[in-house]
């Protein structure tokens, strides 16, 4: 049976989500003692694959990048680093818990906010289930900042500004390339501010949540941290490209991303259908993680103007403050300006076919070289044999054809003086 979880709408910050929870189960992970007063059960799996990959394909850029050596901090309420599609050695480090207590790492959650967030950034494929992250081979560095969205009492449950504050700035230490902030609020708080100025002076390209605090299409709202200077700010659409109802419009948004039914992987094990901005955020910072992978000579405001660019169009036209620069699209975000075509080879070798006409034509040339030269040949000798019996008639004719005589011999020879002999290996 489907039952729904409230979304946080906070006037402090709040994790930005709405949760559709289907069916229940047994945890077979448990956090720390102590760490979590009421965790969600595990769920179970969902084969089927989702809207949202369908949409966006990002295995279409696997081919040149599938995220591997980007670190994406997701910035959240922890991530179940035992679910089986984040399981693998090495996906999920061990971060840090901001909430707890700072000695505990971050790999654990109570509420699977944080776990869906890990998840559509870099879950990897299973057998038999359609949902994967888009960049699969990154890394998640997980810091947790929040516990739950709502308290027992079922009362908004605030994020401390410090907190958020001190994990981001841990999240720049350890080596993070993008980070993930599905979270939101009206008031811009100094420490966070400044920590998120920090985080984009280290060339850290920072995606967060455009939020759902949004009742009507005419009012634009504040959002921080996604207002903040060099914040990538995301705005929801569900299946038929159109913005959530709930996702603020404000110049802040600069892209949009699926938000509205999205699935996503659960605390321990299975899956939930989500909405809210929190679940659009990782597309987009899976899709940076993407271009980080591929073009690592880019600064991170470079990355952000790529994915930009290269967004699908939406239906808000360019440059809207419902839907910023349209729907990420993770392939051509990768591929655009890159040459993709294989290395040529050297063509095989094919003789032209032989030219009839040119060859007979040359036959009939050297055939008519040949009866030329031997025409003029012939005609020289018939011109030497009359000159000879011109010559022979005139003189035979002088002589009245009487025979002529031979010059007499010398009666003595002259006998030919040989020189003097030269010694050519000298005197003996």
């Known amino acids: ?152 009492q079922g009362q908004i449950q605030r994020i401390n500004p410090q907190t958020v504050a001190n994990g981001i700035v841990y999240a720049v230490g350890q080596g993070a390339r993008v980070l993930n902030l599905s979270m939101s609020g009206t008031a811009d708080f100094p420490p966070i501010r400044e920590a998120v100025a920090y985080a984009v002076a280290s060339d850290v390209v920072v995606v967060a949540a455009a939020g759902n605090a949004q009742q009507d299409a005419s009012a634009k709202l504040p959002s921080y941290p996604a207002a903040y200077p060099g914040v990538l700010g995301v705005g929801a659409v569900d299946i038929d490209g159109a913005r959530a ?47 980080r992978a591929a073009w690592p000579n880019l600064s991170a405001p470079e990355v952000i103007r790529r994915l930009e660019a290269t967004a699908s169009p939406a239906r808000g036209g360019q440059s809207s403050d419902a839907y910023g620069a349209g729907l990420v699209n993770p392939y051509r975000a990768v591929t655009d300006g890159m040459n993709l075509a294989p290395a040529a080879g050297i063509p095989a070798y094919h003789p032209a076919p032989e030219d009839r006409a040119a060859v007979a034509h040359a036959e009939w040339v050297r055939g008519t070289t040949s009866t030329a030269t031997w025409l003029a040949f012939g005609g020289a000798g018939v011109l030497l044999v009359a000159v000879l019996i011109v010559v022979v008639v005139r003189r035979g004719g002088r002589r009245g054809w009487r025979a002529g005589r031979a010059a007499a011999l010398p009666a003595d020879p002259v006998a030919e003086e040989l020189p003097d002999q030269v010694s050519l290996l000298g005197q003996s």
């Open 245 to 291: 109802s709930s996702s603020q419009i404000g110049p802040y948004v600069g892209l949009v991303a699926p938000g509205a039914k999205v699935l996503a992987a659960t605390r321990v094990d299975g899956h939930a259908y989500d909405d809210g901005t929190s679940f659009a955020t990782p597309f987009v910072a899976g899709t940076a993680a993407l271009v």
């Open 1 to 152: 049976m489907t039952r729904h979880r409230k979304a946080s709408v906070a006037t402090v910050l709040t994790v930005t989500s709405l949760q559709f929870v289907l069916g229940g189960g047994t945890a077979r992970a448990a956090p720390p003692a102590g760490a979590c007063a009421n965790a969600q059960p595990a769920h179970p799996e969902i084969a089927a694959q989702p809207w949202a990959q369908q949409t966006l394909a990002p295995e279409s850029a696997w081919r040149y990048t599938r995220g591997g050596g980007v670190v994406v901090a997701v910035v959240d309420s922890g991530v179940d680093a035992d679910h089986p599609q984040l399981r693998r050695p090495g996906k999920v480090l061990p971060g840090r818990d901001f909430v707890a207590n700072q000695d505990l790492p971050g790999s654990f959650d109570c509420d699977s906010h944080g776990t869906a967030v890990a998840s559509i950034v870099a879950a990897d494929a299973l057998p038999g289930v359609g949902f994967r992250g888009v960049a699969p081979d990154s890394t998640v560095l997980p810091v947790r900042v929040s516990d739950q969205d709502l308290t027992d």
